[in-house]
């Protein structure tokens, strides 16, 4: 009997003392994104990570996992739903099969320029988009810059039909297939990650990026030609598991968003930055700029502004319009 009072005495206590012990243990967010550390996405995951534990000392506890070390762009949201991640910062294009509206980002030639894009992403309509994938789980918290794709190619593309039967790595988007379909070129989907192995196989022979990831994955080794057409922006999203930022407490949500705030300023200033010097070093190299007269550029918006029509009943005619007055 002594023993039995005394096995149910320790029950009790372990019945207490275990919700303790659990509150104490750290908030893991652990922060998945598919390129280098030394990008702008992946020094912005470094600084949330150094703020949110310094802020959140013992509330929070955030790993990286850069480099499609646990997923790539395409898988990361469903790690988000089944568990697998807390964050991630995917490509914008990646988000069509959560919400069609997300398309408004890809559509070609759409934004006038850098601040164009930043006014619309800040409307009301912008922000609107933060939470467009609600119900399937998904919650934006931030836009992320990476800088305005540039198209490099073994030759020099310097209207439309230049870019005739060539193959183009794209990210996995409609919107783009139809771009380049349209000028008679073929988009093939292909992860970033595989992008250097690709064109050293010669299985594309031309690609569009930021000037960052450009010098990161070394396309000035294989590729000679760059056109800065202007024609669309490299750009993330920030997300997160609906369910996992709701059941947050308070305060630590309160302050998570101060920080996401916080670094989203610093990588955007770092995308700015990253860009030019990278822009720099890879011309410096011996790579060609292809320059373009305006003639050139009305070819290429006579070519490329059809594609907003081919997906107006998509995106939204309204969110198109939205878009078109941040310019």
Known sequence: MRFLSFLTIAVLIASVMAPAAHAAEPILIRFSHVTSENSPKGQGAVMFKRLAEER??????????????????????????????EMAAPSLSKFRAYSKKMQVFDLPLLFSDIDALHRFQQSRAGKALLDSMITRGIKGLTYWDNGPRVISAKRAI?????????????????VFQEQYARVGAVGIEMP?????????????SAQEN?????????????????????????????????????????DVRTQLEAILKEVTDKVNSLAAEQALSARQEVLQSGAKLVELSEADRRAWRDALTPVWKRFENEIGSDLISAARASN
Not at 229 to 241: A, D, P, R
């Open 56 to 85: 959140l000392a013992g509330k929070v506890k955030v790993e990286i996992y850069p480099n499609s070390q646990k997923f790539d762009d395409n898988q990361a949201p469903l790690g988000l739903l089944f568990g697998d991640i």
């Open 158 to 174: 310097k209207q439309p039909a230049d870019a005739k039967r060539l193959v183009f790595r794209i990210e996995a988007s409609a």
């Open 192 to 204: 970033f990650k595989r992008l250097p192995d690709a064109m050293k196989e010669g299985l594309i």
């Open 210 to 250: 930021a000037w960052s990831n450009i010098r990161s994955m070394q396309v000035h080794k294989f590729h000679n030609h760059f056109t800065e057409l202007g024609h669309s922006y490299l750009g993330y999203m920030v997300i997160t598991s609906a369910a996992f930022w709701n059941g947050l407490p308070a």
